[in-house]
C-alpha cells in the first residue's frame, strides 16, 4: 500500500474522505453530517423560505439517507438521525420499513439506503412496533401545520418592526407639512394685511380725497388696487399649490415604500397560508375554504330563482310556423268525415 500526497483543497479531500465512508459501509463520523439537512419544523422564516426556494430531487434524499444509515448503529439512532432531518421511520403496507417525510412522501428505506431488506431487517429489526404510514403523514401534517402558523407569526413579527420606521417618518413627515402649511397661511394672511394697509393708504381723504373724487383720479385708484389685490389672491393660491404639490410628491415617495413593504407581506402569509392549508387538507381530507361554503348556498339559491331566458325571434317564428293554422285544421276535418271506414282485422272482434 503506497500513501500519496492528494494535492486538493481541505473541504475537497473531505468530500472524498466522505464518499469512501459511504461506499466501504462504515460508520460515519459525525462531523461528517450534513448539518443543512435539518427538521423544517425547527426552521426559522428565512430558513424555511430558503428550503422552499431550493428544490430537493430524490438524489438528495438517497445522499442523506445514505448519511443517516451509515452515522447510526441502531435502529434507534437511526430513527433519531431521520427524526432530526425531518423524516418518520414508519411501517410500510408490506411489512416492510419505510421513512414518510413532512411532504407525505412514502421513501422505501432499502431502495433509498442501497442495502437489501435482509441488512434493512437485521439492523432495524421487525417493524411492528413503528407507526404506520397514515399515522406518519397525519403526525407530519400536524407538525408542520403548526410550523406554518409559527412562521406567520414570525412573519407579522418581523412586518411590524419593518413598518415600524416607516411609520415614524410618516408621522414626522405629516407633522412637518402640517407646520410648513400654518407658517405659510401666516405669511400670507400678514402680508395681504400689509399690502392692504399700502393699498387704502394710497386713497386721498379730506378735500384731496373730494378733488380725486371730481378728476376720476379715486375711481382709478380703485381699480388699480382691486386688480392689486386679485393678482396677490392668485399669487398666494399659486404658491400654496406649489407647496401642496412638493408635499405631496414627497409623500407618495414614502408611500411608495410603505405599499411595498406591504404588498411582500402579503405575499409572505398568503403562501404561508396555503402551505398550511394544504398540510390541514392532508389531514382532513378536503378543502378548509370556508369562504366557498358559505358561497355555495347563495349560488343555489340564485340558480333556483334565477328566471329562464326568452326565445329568441328565430325560434319563435319557427315554432308559429310549425303549429297548423285554422284552415288546415278544417281540411283535416273534412278529409275524417269523407274517408271509408276501414275493415276490421282478422281475429279481432269489431266494436259494437
Avoid at 228 to 246: G, K, S, Y
Wanted: aromatic share 4%; with cysteine.
Amino acid at each position: 500500500m503506497t500513501a500519496r500526497n492528494l494535492s486538493l483543497y481541505k473541504t475537497k479531500l473531505r468530500d472524498i474522505a466522505k464518499e469512501t465512508y459511504l461506499e466501504q459501509g462504515w460508520t460515519l463520523p459525525e462531523g461528517f453530517v450534513d448539518s443543512a439537512a435539518r427538521d423544517p419544523r425547527n426552521y426559522t422564516l428565512a430558513e424555511y423560505q430558503q428550503a422552499k426556494r431550493m428544490i430537493r430531487d430524490a438524489r438528495d434524499l438517497k445522499s442523506m439517507m445514505a448519511e443517516c444509515w451509515a452515522a447510526s448503529d441502531s435502529a434507534a439512532a437511526f430513527k433519531h438521525a431521520l427524526d432530526e432531518r425531518g423524516i418518520t421511520l414508519a411501517k410500510g403496507d408490506r411489512r416492510g420499513h419505510v421513512a414518510v417525510t413532512r411532504e407525505g412522501e412514502v421513501l422505501a428505506i432499502s431502495r433509498y439506503t442501497g442495502k437489501k431488506a435482509k441488512e434493512v431487517r437485521a439492523k432495524l429489526g421487525e417493524p411492528e412496533n413503528l407507526p404506520s404510514v397514515e399515522q406518519a403523514k397525519t403526525s407530519a401534517a400536524t407538525s408542520m401545520s403548526a410550523a406554518m402558523t409559527k412562521h406567520m407569526v414570525e412573519a407579522r413579527l418581523e412586518h411590524k418592526k419593518a413598518m415600524a420606521p416607516l411609520e415614524a417618518r410618516r408621522r414626522a413627515m405629516t407633522e412637518h407639512h402640517r407646520t410648513e402649511r400654518a407658517k405659510m397661511d401666516a405669511g400670507q394672511k400678514t402680508r395681504w394685511k400689509e399690502e392692504t394697509r399700502l393699498r387704502s393708504e394710497q386713497l386721498n381723504s379730506g378735500l384731496r380725497g373730494l378733488w380725486d373724487h371730481l378728476t376720476g383720479r379715486h375711481a382709478e385708484m380703485e381699480r388699480k388696487n382691486i386688480a392689486e389685490a386679485q393678482a396677490a389672491v392668485r399669487r398666494d393660491r399659486d404658491q400654496r399649490q406649489l407647496l401642496i404639490a412638493a408635499q405631496l410628491s414627497e409623500r407618495q415617495e414614502l408611500q411608495t415604500e410603505i405599499k411595498a413593504t406591504r404588498d411582500r407581506q402579503a405575499e409572505l402569509l398568503r403562501g404561508l397560508r396555503t402551505d398550511r392549508q394544504a398540510y390541514d387538507r392532508k389531514l382532513t381530507g378536503k378543502e378548509l375554504d370556508r369562504s366557498t361554503e358559505n358561497l355555495r348556498p347563495r349560488l343555489e339559491q340564485a340558480a333556483q330563482t334565477a328566471i329562464p331566458a326568452e326565445p329568441s325571434r328565430l325560434a319563435k317564428t319557427f315554432e308559429q310556423a310549425s303549429q297548423p293554422t285554422h284552415q288546415d285544421r278544417l281540411q283535416k276535418l273534412r278529409e275524417n268525415l269523407t274517408a271509408e271506414p276501414r275493415p276490421p282485422e282478422r281475429g279481432c272482434e269489431p266494436e259494437r
